[in-house]
């Protein structure tokens, strides 16, 4: 069992900067892939970034790369995204998601990950 807390997450202006968290509770975190998801009102949830267990295989979607950044600390538990250069079109709440030992495309889908956070929101103003 995992449990995961997302923060860092608020209101900032067009082509600012966020660093969301995701705090994972529970064992062998070090075992599980790791991805973040969003959400806008009125739209599916979709894929962001996810980075493999070992950290060393990076994920991301086309509407974020470059922009934004996945790393962990397995150390801490800790999942990071930071957020740079933020457009209103990056508002929605964020989502980390937890998939044990996931890999490849397979990461890509919502419906593949075990777990979840609740989400924290993020508001990019024009």
């Known amino acids: 069992q995992v449990q995961l807390v997302e923060s860092g997450g608020g209101l900032v202006q067009a082509g600012g900067s966020l660093r969301l968290s995701c705090a994972a509770s529970g064992r062998a975190f070090y075992s599980y892939a790791m991805g973040w998801f969003r959400q806008a009102p009125g739209k599916e949830r979709e894929f962001v970034a996810a980075?493999?267990?070992?950290?060393?295989?990076?994920y991301y979607a086309d509407s974020v790369k470059g922009r934004f950044t996945i790393s962990r600390d397995n150390a801490k538990n800790t999942v990071y995204l930071q957020m740079n250069s933020l457009k209103p079109e990056d508002t929605a709440v964020y989502y980390c998601?937890?998939?044990?030992?996931?890999?490849?495309?397979?990461?890509?889908?919502?419906?593949?990950?075990?777990?979840w956070g609740q989400g924290t929101q993020v508001t990019v103003s024009s």
């Open positions: 980075i493999r267990w070992s950290g060393g295989t990076t």
């Open positions: 998601a937890a998939d044990y030992k996931g890999s490849g495309q397979y990461l890509l889908t919502a419906n593949n990950y075990d777990y």
